[in-house]
T-cell receptor, first 114, second 113 residues
Framework: EPEVTQTPSHQVTQMGQEVILRCVPI?????FYWYRQILGQKVEFLVS????????KSEIFDDQFSVERPDGSNFTLKIRSTKLEDSAMYFC????????????FGQGTRLTVV | AQSVTQLGSHVSVSEGALVLLRCNYS??????LFWYVQYPNQGLQLLLK??????LVKGINGFEAEFKKSETSFHLTKPSAHMSDAAEYFC???????????FGTGTRLKVLA
């Protein structure tokens, strides 16, 4: 069964460093998303991406964040100058409204900023 | 604008008892509604979804939910709880075709032996 794959599963980084979280969406999906879940809290929408551009973003998704689809398969979230409060589980998701009525989530990357 | 309210951040039931997790939504457009389960240190697994077809939706692991437009609710039920059901459950809403989910704050289900 096709699935969304995220790497790494866990990343530890020093405060102030840049991190790139990687996702391989399901191959024929058209929309891509990043969500964040701070420990013990709800899952929050960060950004959606369609046709090689951001289609929607939340107020959380400020200039510290960027997304990219560098090739035909990967979808990345870059966090610049990480802060302690960026520590969270980051979920990637993808969807194809022509085929399914839901988004498919990856297993998440746990980011720990120390 | 869309929002989801999950009543009860923690619910405890005895093994074999009815599970009822509450979700109310607000949406200015016809909603799609979802229940996800999250086991400790794991990702989000789709339990079931409502996408404007049948109002009573059956999902995996014996769970079901009923969409009630008049009550703006989408409560999750299971007739008989099992120890393996202990997890966190999230209700989510999206508009048709957007798949930008708005999640509730989650309900942690504890199953007592």
């Amino acid at each position: 069964e096709p699935e969304v794959t995220q790497t790494p599963s866990h990343q530890v980084t020093q405060m102030g460093q840049e991190v790139i979280l990687r996702c391989v969406p399901i191959s024929n999906h058209l929309y891509f998303y990043w969500y964040r879940q701070i420990l013990g809290q709800k899952v929050e929408f960060l950004v959606s991406f369609y046709n090689n551009e951001i289609s929607e973003k939340s107020e959380i998704f400020d200039d510290q964040f960027s997304v990219e689809r560098p090739d035909g398969s990967n979808f990345t979230l870059k966090i610049r100058s990480t802060k302690l409060e960026d520590s969270a589980m980051y979920f990637c998701a993808s969807s194809n409204p022509l085929m399914n009525t839901e988004a498919f989530f990856g297993q998440g990357t746990r980011l720990t900023v120390v | 604008a869309q929002s989801v309210t999950q009543l009860g951040s923690h619910v405890s039931v005895s093994e074999g008892a009815l599970v009822l997790l509450r979700c109310n939504y607000s949406s200015s457009v016809p909603p799609y509604l979802f229940w996800y389960v999250q086991y400790p240190n794991q990702g989000l697994q789709l339990l079931l979804k409502y996408t404007s077809a049948a109002t009573l939706v059956k999902g995996i692991n014996g769970f079901e939910a009923e969409f009630k437009k008049s009550e703006t609710s989408f409560h999750l039920t299971k007739p008989s709880a099992h120890m393996s059901d202990a997890a966190e459950y999230f209700c989510a809403v999206s508009g048709m075709g957007t798949y930008k989910y708005i999640f509730g704050t989650g309900t942690r289900l504890k199953v007592l032996a």
